[in-house]
């Protein structure tokens, strides 16, 4: 895939999304409907984040070596926690208190030193109640009538899913640009790659990762990625 052309098609997919996002949000505050992410808010920048090769090689572009350096040095951490979850579940909560925080957040200011490029899960993943319930445990810790007025809360809001407080119709605007992606893709790939944010930034760097990709085949390229020692499902996704 040609670098320069897939980044700007994925950040033209970005604004769409940026402006759907802005008139949905309109609408619903403007109904008395209430959004708790606010700039300075990182609660959420320790979660596994998926993302598309595409935007992978997008972010990639604009940052610095240092970033580079520290986004290695969390893959890193990323593969370790891959190889010790035993499921899903251990997996996030692996990712959440082992893996830690993105390296691209400023800890300081609570923002994004990369956020024009931040991936489509990190824009549309918005919290519709206090952001306390966003980090670990949050959802977990609530006992008693606080459970309770939780569950009841996501089950009747109409603007989440029934099971967690992020609203899910800003998810739902966010399908176009997946869709496109993955279009992408499938053009000069011959199949999908989706994987974990920190990972797949740093493969855009790795010769033998990028040498893989050519086999087209995606089970041919799962076995040339094992071969070279760069394949976890739980990390890499070839569809």
Same mark, same amino acid.
């Given at each position: 895939?040609? @670098? !320069? /052309? #897939? ?5 033209? !997919? ?11 949000? %309109?609408? =619903? ?7 708790? +992410?606010? %700039?300075? +808010?990182?609660?959420? +920048? ?15 572009? %604009? ?6 350096? /520290?986004?290695?040095?969390? @893959? ?16 996030? $909560?692996?990712? $959440? %208190? !082992?893996?830690?925080? +993105? ?20 824009? /549309? ?19 008693? !009538?606080?459970?309770?007025? =939780?569950?009841?809360?996501?089950? #009747? ?8 407080? =992020?609203? @899910? ?16 893709? $499938? ?29 087209? /085949? ?9 071969? @070279? ?11």
């Amino acid at each position: 895939m040609n @670098a !320069q /052309d #897939t980044a700007r098609e994925v950040r033209k !997919q970005y604004a769409r999304y940026d402006e759907r996002a802005r008139s949905w949000l %309109s609408a =619903y505050t403007g109904r008395g409907g209430r959004v708790y +992410c606010a %700039s300075g +808010c990182f609660r959420c +920048c320790d979660m596994p984040i998926r993302l598309s090769w595409p935007e992978a090689l997008t972010i990639a572009q %604009s940052m610095s070596e240092d970033q580079h350096r /520290d986004m290695h040095a969390h @893959a890193r951490k990323v593969w370790a926690n891959a190889h010790c979850a035993k499921n899903l579940d251990e997996y996030v $909560r692996g990712h $959440r %208190s !082992q893996v830690g925080f +993105c390296p691209l957040l400023d800890r300081a200011t609570g923002s994004c030193s990369q956020y024009a490029d931040r991936p489509t899960r990190c824009r /549309d993943t918005y919290s519709g109640l206090p952001a306390q319930l966003c980090a670990p445990g949050g959802v977990e810790g609530l006992k008693g !009538q606080a459970r309770r007025d =939780y569950q009841r809360e996501v089950r #009747t809001n109409p603007a989440m899913d029934g099971h967690s407080h =992020y609203l @899910a119709p800003l998810e739902d605007l966010s399908l176009p640009a997946w869709d496109r992606f993955g279009a992408m893709m $499938r053009r000069e790939l011959g199949f999908e790659l989706w994987g974990d944010f920190a990972f797949l930034v740093c493969m855009t760097r790795e010769e033998d990762f990028v040498k893989a990709l050519q086999e087209r /085949d995606p089970g041919k390229v799962i076995r040339a990625l094992r071969k @070279a020692g760069l394949y976890h499902p739980e990390i890499v996704q070839i569809e």
